[in-house]
């Protein structure tokens, strides 16, 4: 089983639409959680942290459910640069091992 | 201006024959890590160092090596490359301030390496 599972997608979007997604984590010891931006294979780039309390960034709102084991990320008013590949990501504080998801395909169309 | 740089950035090679992918941060990072990305996987952990002189394996660390002389460059090491090592290599570095628990902070990624073994 994977640590950290994600619905691969594609979520097609229509262009501003809002398109909301999961990620699972299966280690109870993870204290830090991270959503990623990958454009085709090119290099991952942080879109942003998650908080306990959950967090918004502009159109982004990432949520985490510590009890259920998820976080979440919703895209509001989705614009055609916002697709991608989302990335969650699970960290541990004691050390330096990061846990990516295999990542969900966003697709926003005209 | 900052960033990481992985060379080279694609490769193409045989069974057996030794390679090393380089990479290199000017950011003055003491986190280094290594990612291999593969369809329906996901990046993965090969090795990571907190610090010069300090690495440590990750999720898949069978097949690769890894040194940290310097802070800057973090070389992957492929002693003896098999197919199974064909994948897409990602190098992250990311500033702790000399506390582990900070190795998680914002990643920065190289543009990867495209690695075939025929």
């Given at each position: 089983r994977k640590e950290?599972?994600?619905?691969?997608g594609p979520f097609n979007v229509p262009e501003g639409a809002t398109v909301a997604f999961n990620c699972t984590y299966s280690n109870s010891a993870s204290q830090s959680f991270f959503w990623?931006?990958?454009?085709?294979r090119k290099e991952p780039k942080l879109l942003m942290s998650v908080y306990s309390s959950g967090n918004e960034d502009g159109r982004f709102t990432a949520q985490l459910n510590r009890a259920s084991q998820y976080i979440s990320l919703l895209i509001r008013d989705s614009k055609l640069s916002d697709s991608a590949t989302y990335l969650c990501v699970?960290?541990?504080?004691?050390?330096?091992?990061?846990?990516?998801?295999a990542g969900t395909q966003v697709v926003v169309t005209p | 201006e900052a960033q990481v740089t992985q060379n080279p950035r694609y490769l193409i090679t045989v069974t057996g024959k030794k390679l090393t992918v380089t990479?290199?941060?000017n950011m003055?990072?003491?986190?280094?890590?290594?990612?291999?990305?593969?369809?329906?996987?996901?990046?993965?952990?090969?090795?990571?160092?907190?610090?010069?002189?300090?690495?440590?394996?990750?999720?898949?660390?069978?097949?690769?090596?890894?040194s940290r002389k310097e802070k800057r460059n973090f070389p992957l090491i492929l002693e003896s490359p098999s197919p199974n090592q064909t994948s897409l290599y990602f190098c992250a570095s990311s500033a702790t301030g000399g506390q582990p628990h900070l190795a998680k902070n914002i990643q920065y990624f190289g543009a990867g390496t495209r690695l075939s073994v025929l």
């Open positions: 950290v599972e994600q619905d691969p990623y931006r990958q454009d085709c699970a960290g541990f504080d004691s050390w330096g091992k990061l846990q990516f998801g | 990479c290199s941060q003055n990072h003491e986190y280094m890590s290594w990612y291999r990305q593969d369809p329906g996987l996901g990046l993965r952990q090969i090795y990571y160092s907190m610090n010069v002189e300090v690495t440590d394996k990750g999720d898949v660390p069978e097949g690769y090596k890894v």
